[in-house]
């Protein structure tokens, strides 16, 4: 059983109050998997009525799932409520005069929707940032109609292993978010007895000139370090060079990497009661691995 994030919930929502505005200048990273995980719902024979959108932030992948089901009623569900304002903006003139968007600030572990109202979630980086991921899933199978699916991304734990390492040498203390093992979700998948879960996993890098670049996208972001032990002072300026001088050890061809690991889940609401077979039918993917570096727009 994995342990529960230690995430400080609070503070991350204010964190992406604020970044709301510049987001997308710096969530390149973020719509590059989108858009991965939207192109897999290519190859699935599904048509939901009612797409559920968890962290849809400010609709990138929102606008996208709308595209491929065209004849779907569409929730972008956030917990930043300037996010979702964000979002709303950025509709077509088309889709406000259907009405097709509902949005509602919530947290995901606590859905304000009735049981089994929707054919499909999906959910781009957002698990990542929920305390209880047992209670996530829970809350995932209420809502979902049997034979419903499921689609999500999350970040696993070598995310940002350079930037982990290099505060490493520094201190103790939490400066980097900590991402749950993908074996740990899958597991957890089959526990709150969800249908044929699939994991499978990729690693990208997107590559910096210098870590203040790094450190100045992830505040962009809203996903800066906002773990409850984290340091609540500010860091010295003799801690900020040590750990620069850390990861200047990773420097390869001119430039600093920074690692994602990105981790896909795929799971269904069963339309029955779930067989033992069912429950250890856990199927984990992990195919070879071609890290592609990925520059970061330019301002």
Request: hydrophobic share 40%; net charge neutral.
């Amino acid at each position: 059983m994995p342990e529960k994030n230690t995430i400080d919930k609070q503070q991350m929502r204010r964190s992406f109050e604020k970044a709301a505005a510049g987001y997308d200048d710096a969530a390149f990273l973020q719509q590059e998997i989108g858009d991965r995980v939207v192109e897999r719902l290519d190859y699935i024979r599904f048509e939901p009525r009612r797409v559920l959108d968890v962290g849809a932030g400010t609709g990138f992948c929102t606008r996208r799932l709308a595209k491929r089901y065209p004849k779907a009623d569409i929730i972008a569900l956030d917990i930043a409520h300037q996010m979702l304002l964000t979002a709303k903006q950025r509709e077509s003139m088309w889709d406000k005069l259907r009405g097709r968007y509902q949005y509602i600030t919530a947290d995901a572990e606590q859905l304000p929707l009735a049981d089994a109202g929707v054919d499909m979630i999906f959910s781009n980086l957002a698990v990542q940032w929920c305390l209880d991921l047992e209670q996530l899933f829970r809350e995932f199978r209420r809502v979902l109609a049997p034979g419903g699916m499921l689609m999500f991304t999350t970040f696993g734990p070598d995310t940002l292993k350079e930037l982990r390492a290099s505060w490493a040498q520094v201190d103790k203390a939490g400066h980097v978010n900590e991402f749950e093992d993908m074996h740990n979700i899958g597991d957890l998948l089959l526990q709150t007895r969800f249908a044929e879960p699939i994991m499978d996993m990729e690693y990208m890098t997107v590559t910096y000139q210098d870590v203040f670049r790094l450190m100045k996208d992830l505040k962009m972001l809203g996903a800066h370090n906002v773990t409850t032990d984290r340091q609540r002072q500010l860091t010295g300026k003799a801690h900020l060079q040590k750990m620069i001088q850390h990861y200047e050890s990773f420097r390869t061809d001119g430039v600093l990497p920074a690692t994602y690991e990105i981790v896909y889940g795929h799971a269904w609401a069963p339309v029955g009661q779930m067989t033992t077979t069912a429950e250890q039918s856990l199927q984990a993917s992990i195919p070879l691995q071609s890290i592609q570096p990925i520059k970061p727009k330019q301002n």
